[in-house]
C-alpha cells in the first residue's frame, strides 16, 4: 500500500532554515505527483508546493514563493522541501501527500484548477515546524 513520511521538523529562529524530507514507499514513486500540504492551529489545510513526477514542473503558495524549495530523488523514493528565511508564520505542522494518477490537485500540472488537499488521498505523518525566538 502507499505510504508516505514526512520528517525533518524543529524548533528554528526567525530567517534560519530546515529541510524537510518525504519517504514513499509501496508504489511506483515516479508515477505520482507529490505535494507539500501545511496546517497552523485554527487554520484550514493549505497547499505549500507540489512537484510533478519528473521533477520538471514545480508550484509554490504565493506566501512561501522565493523561499521554498521543492524538488525529489526519484531514485531514493524521496522528496524534498528546503525553507530558507522562515517566519513566524511558516509555524505549523507539515504533510506530503499525493493522490491516485489522473487526480488532478497541483497547479504544476497541465489541466489542474487549484491546489486543493481534499484531492489528496494518501498521507503522510505530519512534521512540526515551529518558527520562533
Known amino acids: 500500500d502507499v505510504q508516505l513520511q514526512a520528517y525533518g521538523g524543529g524548533l528554528v529562529q526567525p530567517g534560519g532554515s530546515l529541510r524537510l524530507s518525504c519517504a514513499a514507499s509501496?508504489?511506483?514513486?515516479?508515477?505520482?505527483?507529490i505535494g507539500w500540504f501545511r496546517q497552523a492551529p485554527g487554520k484550514e489545510r493549505e497547499g505549500v508546493s507540489c512537484?510533478?513526477?519528473?521533477?520538471?514542473?514545480?508550484y509554490y503558495a504565493d506566501s512561501v514563493k522565493g523561499r521554498f524549495t521543492i524538488s525529489r530523488d526519484n531514485a531514493k523514493n524521496t522528496v524534498y522541501l528546503q525553507m530558507n528565511s522562515l517566519k513566524p508564520e511558516d509555524t505549523a505542522v507539515y504533510y506530503c501527500?499525493?493522490?491516485?494518477?489522473?487526480?488532478?490537485?497541483?497547479?504544476?500540472?497541465?489541466?489542474?484548477?487549484?491546489?486543493?488537499?481534499?484531492?489528496?488521498?494518501?498521507w503522510g505523518q505530519g512534521t512540526q515546524v515551529t518558527v520562533s525566538s
Open positions: 501527500a499525493t493522490a491516485r494518477p489522473g487526480v488532478l490537485f497541483c497547479p504544476a500540472i497541465y489541466g489542474s484548477r487549484s491546489f486543493n488537499p481534499r484531492k489528496a488521498n494518501y
Open positions: 509501496g508504489f511506483t514513486f515516479d508515477d505520482y505527483v
Open positions: 512537484i510533478n513526477r519528473n521533477g520538471g514542473s514545480t
